[in-house]
């Protein structure tokens, strides 16, 4: 049974598409079978592996709208050890029909929990705020990881998830979901306040913060210049380095 992970932050631009694609691509390197799932109709993560989210027969949309729709006729595949769900900008409309529509907010869950294939890790991307897209993938998942940048803004988004959490915990299918971490993300050590912000989120939630923290490093938006991620564009750089030492925390 598959490892599922949502990565979720009410906040927008704190690095959740960055952290799916680069933690998908290391499990990946070490040999795990992972599906990377993108339910964010900005589709980022989609565009990162290359897709035109305009373009798309099949996505997440129609997993989460058409019950009879299976993993296997939306998944696109990259060798034998990445897959991916593709996002794409209907997720928009989807987020308003399942309310409207009343569509059952575990679909996600039923599909990654009941597919013939195995993967090792499922890493689930999420849109900025928290709307069905969001319960939908903690509904899926076993753990959580919630990306933080470490400015004076740090700890607003996190409040509003740890509440989510709860509910989703409480009365929406899925009693197991665990806060698997904070990650402490956009760690500029030149800056005054970071390390302030940072020693704060520790105090504030012991034990719940990654040992690893992901730097502030220009490497990382450059990488989709070429086409590719931090890990493999600049594999030296202090970011990749730092998702490899957030693969291994995970994997220990
Ligand atoms: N550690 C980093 N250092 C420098 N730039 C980064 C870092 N992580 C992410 N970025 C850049 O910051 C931007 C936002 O990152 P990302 O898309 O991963 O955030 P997000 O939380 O998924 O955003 P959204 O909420 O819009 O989905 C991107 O341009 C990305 O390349
Ligand atoms: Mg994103």
């Keep these: 049974m598959a490892q599922i992970l949502a ?12 952290t799916v694609l680069n933690l998908g691509l290391v499990l990946a390197s070490r040999g795990n079978r992972v599906l990377l799932v ?9 565009v990162f592996m290359g897709y035109d989210p305009y373009r798309l027969k099949r996505s997440s949309y129609s997993l989460l709208m058409y019950p009879e729709i299976s993993l296997v006729r939306v998944m696109q595949t990259f ?4 897959a991916l769900v ?5 997720l928009a409309t ?3 029909r399942m309310v409207q529509e009343q569509h059952p907010l575990g679909r996600l869950r039923t599909v990654l929990r009941e597919t013939q294939f195995t993967f090792d890790y499922v890493v689930i991307d999420t849109p900025p705020g928290l709307n069905v897209l969001t319960v939908s993938a903690l509904i899926a998942a076993d753990q959580l990881i919630i990306p933080v940048q470490c400015n004076y803004a740090a700890m607003q988004g996190i409040k509003a998830v740890q509440d989510i959490i709860r509910h989703v915990c409480e009365g929406m299918g899925n009693p197991e979901l665990r806060l698997r971490g904070v990650l402490p993300t956009f760690f500029d050590s ?3 306040f970071a390390p302030k912000v940072l020693s704060d989120m520790r105090a504030l939630m012991p034990g719940q913060v990654f040992n690893t923290v992901i730097p502030y490093d220009p490497s ?5 210049h070429a086409g590719k991620a931090v890990v493999d564009y600049a594999p030296d750089s202090p970011a990749a380095e730092a998702y490899r030492a957030l693969a291994n925390e995970l994997l220990t």
Excluded: H, M, Y
């Design 190 to 192: 030149e800056s005054l």
């Design 7 to 18: 990565v979720a932050n009410q906040k927008g631009g704190v690095g959740k598409t960055t």
């Design 79 to 82: 060798g034998s050890l990445i």
């Design 220 to 224: 990382v938006a450059d990488a989709p």
């Design 94 to 96: 989807a987020a308003i």
């Design 38 to 46: 993108d339910l964010d109709p900005q589709a980022s993560l989609t």
């Design 86 to 90: 593709p996002g794409s900008v209907d």
